[in-house]
Every structure is written in C-alpha cells, then in structure tokens.
C-alpha cells in the first residue's frame, strides 16, 4: 500500500499532468488508449494490468511510483464497483484519463477496504491515519489547483469527485478505527466545491455530480430499512474534553517526567516550563496555562501523531485530538497553531527519532 494514491499525486505534480505540454498531444493518447485499454474499461483489475503494460511496452514517460502502484491495483479484486455519474470525456486526453481515475479509483478503494478488514485493531487504525492523510493532501492541492483549460478542468473535476469518494467511504466504513481528526463531509464539499448549492442542477458542473453521488439512496433491504427507522437514534453526547489523558497517569505517572525532561533537553518545549504544568497536559483535566512548544510545527505534529495514533498512550478523544492538542500546547511566540495545518505535516526528518526516544518514556 505504499504506492497507493501515486498516480492521483502524480496528475496533479508529476509527469501525468494534464496541463504539461507533454500530455497535450493527442496522437499519444490515441496510441495508448488503442493498447487494450478501451476493451478493459469496465473490469478495473483487468484494466490496471493493461495500463502497467502499456506504459511499460510503450516507454510511457511517468514515475516508477506509477507502475508500482498498478502492480499492486491489478492483484485486488473489485466484486462491487461503486457506482458513480462521471462527466463525459470529448477527446482522446479527456477518454484516457477518465478511464484512468475510474478503474485505479475503483481497485484503491477495494484493495484499502480489504486490507484494513484483514488488520488488528491497532494497525487497521495506523494504515487508515497514514492512508486518509495522503488522502487529505491531495485535497489540499487539488483545491489550490486553478486552471482555464476546458479539459483540464474536467480531469481535475473527476479527480475530486473520486477524492470525495473515497474519503467518504473510508470514513463511514472504519468509523470505529478512526480515532483521529479527519476532515467533516461539509469541510470536504467546501474545499472541493464551494458552490455546490447553487450549481447542482447544472450537467456542466462538477456540483452536479457530487449531489448525484452523494444524493444516492442506502442500500438496504426493504426489512431492514423498517426495523432501522423504526427504532430513534438519540443524539450522540458530545463530550467536552478539556486535555488529553495518559493512560498511565495513575499507574505511571514518572514517565511523564521523564518524558518532560526529554522534551526539554531536546528543546521541544520552553526551559522554562513547570513540571506540574506539563503533566496537567496529559491530566484529563481542565488547564489553565498551556505549553510553550519552542519545536517547529512539523516536531510538535509528529509528536501529537506519536502519542495519539500511532503509540495510542492517551485516551480516545472521537478525532478531536488536534483540536485539544492546540488547546494544550502553542507556539514559541505565544501564537496558536494552526489545526488545519497540523495533521497533514510531514514527519520531521532531522529530529524525529529524538521525538520518537522522548515519546517511547511513556512505554
């Protein structure tokens, strides 16, 4: 699963995108579209086979990335495609990245889905947080992305509709394995169409299509659809969660000095920080000061990513942990942190093992 979400990564900053003068040029695509691409259009596995053979036999210029990630597509098997309205292709540009986004979107969504239902409950919630934040990057830069061209605009409309897509699966499916903060349905349709509202009924507008999927019915038996609305779903309580909570703190409470004392040696956290404040942090407990974090962004997002997703030493907080985390901590400056910002930071590579020792007192 490495590989997953390196062809979406690559239309838009790598050697498939649309824009580039390279991939103007409609002879090419003719050529490779008549490489058995077009027969295999409805069967993704068979269709990710013939696209790794086209691209290799062909000497397709893109990233090895690319071919890899079509090896592993072309070994999941997709039994219940999902059923999504994309806008019609009008050339030969439009009809080979079309066919593209649909079937590697299609074997994506099956091979995660069968891959996190084989994990343990620990590492189906890791892949899940390292899969949704590639997920949510390309958000980030797909929305950014600005472009005049007509068949441009339809292959990055159609990379948005999957994107919402499988973000939408994957969070309703593994509801319960995601204990981290992931982005809501409408700040979704917000970043990728903000004009949904207003633009839904219009064929030519992406809005159309995300109200056509999203507008789906449940697929359900007519039994169960009677015995589900027959019963009332209470309002799920919010709970007000005022720091995090260190599942040892009764039991273990010196690792949290120890782990103070790390942080502070390595310059993560103010040398002027009270011990006691520190370990209010990881209370439970309503705090009255917050932390002084004098690390970089990207150390304190890995930090929070260390002691909540991937080593899970505090408590479930229902995916409100970075909301908690800038609660806690802020920067050197006294300036909150941005928490949009947070959870889609790269690990940080000069100091993350000593983020990685600190955090490891908390054993």
């Not at 068949?151 to 409309?157: E, F, G, S, V, W």
Request: overall charge negative.
């Amino acid at each position: 699963m490495n590989n997953y979400f390196s062809i979406a990564n690559n239309i838009l900053t790598g050697s498939l995108r649309p824009w580039s003068a390279e991939n103007q040029d409609e002879e090419k695509f003719r050529h490779i579209l008549n490489h058995n691409l077009r027969q295999k259009n409805d069967n993704p596995t068979e269709y990710c086979r013939s696209a790794l053979n086209a691209f290799t036999s062909l000497n397709f210029a893109t990233e090895n990335e690319n071919l890899e990630e079509l090896k592993e597509l072309a070994q999941v098997e997709v039994t219940t495609p999902i059923n999504i309205e994309i806008p019609p292709f009008f050339n030969k540009q439009t009809e080979f990245y079309l066919y593209l986004i649909n079937n590697t979107f299609q074997c994506l969504i099956a091979g995660i889905i069968e891959t996190v239902e084989q994990s343990d409950e620990i590492d189906a919630t890791y892949k899940l947080y390292q899969l949704m934040s590639k997920l949510e990057s390309l958000i980030g830069i797909i929305s950014n992305e600005k472009h005049t061209d007509k068949a441009t605009n339809q292959i990055l409309d159609s990379l948005k509709l999957y994107l919402f897509v499988t973000h939408s699966t994957l969070t309703e499916k593994f509801n319960s394995h995601i204990n981290f903060e992931v982005l809501s349905k409408n700040e979704l349709l917000f970043q990728l169409y903000s004009e949904l509202e207003s633009e839904k009924d219009n064929k030519s507008k992406l809005a159309y299509y995300l109200n056509q999927y999203i507008s789906q019915p449940e697929q359900e038996t007519e039994e169960s659809s009677k015995e589900i609305k027959s019963k009332p779903h209470p309002e799920p309580e919010r709970v007000s969660f005022e720091s995090f909570r260190y599942k040892g703190y009764d039991n273990n409470y010196d690792n949290l000095t120890n782990l103070y004392n790390s942080l502070k040696k390595n310059n993560f956290i103010a040398d002027d920080t009270d011990s006691r404040v520190f370990k209010k942090v990881f209370s439970g407990k309503a705090i009255s000061k917050p932390v002084v974090w004098t690390g970089n962004p990207s150390e304190f997002s890995y930090f929070i990513k260390l002691i909540y997703t991937i080593n899970q030493y505090v408590d479930d907080l229902k995916q409100r942990n970075w909301e908690v985390a800038c609660k806690c901590f802020v920067q050197a400056d006294g300036t909150s942190f941005d928490r949009s910002k947070l959870r889609t930071l790269k690990k940080p590579q000069r100091s993350y093992k000593q983020l990685e020792l600190a955090v490891d007192n908390l054993k």
